[in-house]
């Protein structure tokens, strides 16, 4: 099973080769799971790529959460459900139950009280540092996701120019991990990013 308290989260846009190829090198170094986060997709196409990833993410036991789209989620019976806040906020109570673990991204103390209030179980917080996904934001900062780990009960995970030189100092805030996207997609050795980065 997974030993990394590392999730990575797909953008095929962003991928150096065949975007399944990546998946399967991504499935194979064993994260703590894979967010298939292709939200540009309309239902039906995403569905028939999520089909594809969970296939991998099975044959490597890794857990597979889908993005976006409740009603894929259930029917495949994924590991997991990561939402937009706007959308968790519209989520019936009797689809919440139907999915393991139910995530949301926090970019704000707010975001993470009310998450915790709509009944998420693990959080992504972001983005800590500069990142080419958010270019020319600056950063939150380690003392953002300090104040969300403090301040709830749910695992919290950030995201956002993580990197082997600053994984330690995420991990020190509390953090129960990392998430990974343009690092991941674009390396050309995704075995060696994230042993790199493993604990």
Do not use: W
Request: net charge negative.
């Amino acid at each position: 099973m997974y030993t990394s308290d590392l999730i990575c989260v797909t953008n095929r846009r962003l991928c150096g080769e065949e975007f399944l190829t990546r998946v399967q090198r991504i499935a194979m170094a064993h994260p703590a799971a894979i967010i298939l986060r292709e939200k540009d997709l309309a239902p039906e196409a995403y569905e028939a790529l999520a089909m594809q990833v969970q296939s991998i993410c099975k044959d490597n036991a890794v857990p597979f959460i889908v993005h976006t789209f409740p009603e894929v989620a259930l029917r495949l019976q994924a590991d997991g459900l990561h939402l937009p806040l706007p959308l968790l906020r519209e989520l019936p109570e009797e689809r919440k139950a139907g999915v393991p673990r139910l995530g949301t991204s926090c970019h704000s103390l707010e975001d993470a009280r009310e998450a915790a209030s709509l009944g998420a179980t693990y959080l992504v917080a972001g983005h800590i540092f500069e990142t080419d996904c958010k270019r020319g934001l600056p950063g939150r900062g380690l003392a953002f996701l300090q104040e969300i780990v403090d301040e709830v009960s749910l695992p919290v995970y950030g995201i956002g120019g993580i990197a082997q030189s600053n994984i330690s100092r995420v991990r020190a805030t509390g953090a129960k991990g990392a998430c990974l996207m343009s690092s991941l997609m674009t390396t050309e050795d995704v075995g060696k990013l994230l042993l790199s980065l493993r604990v």
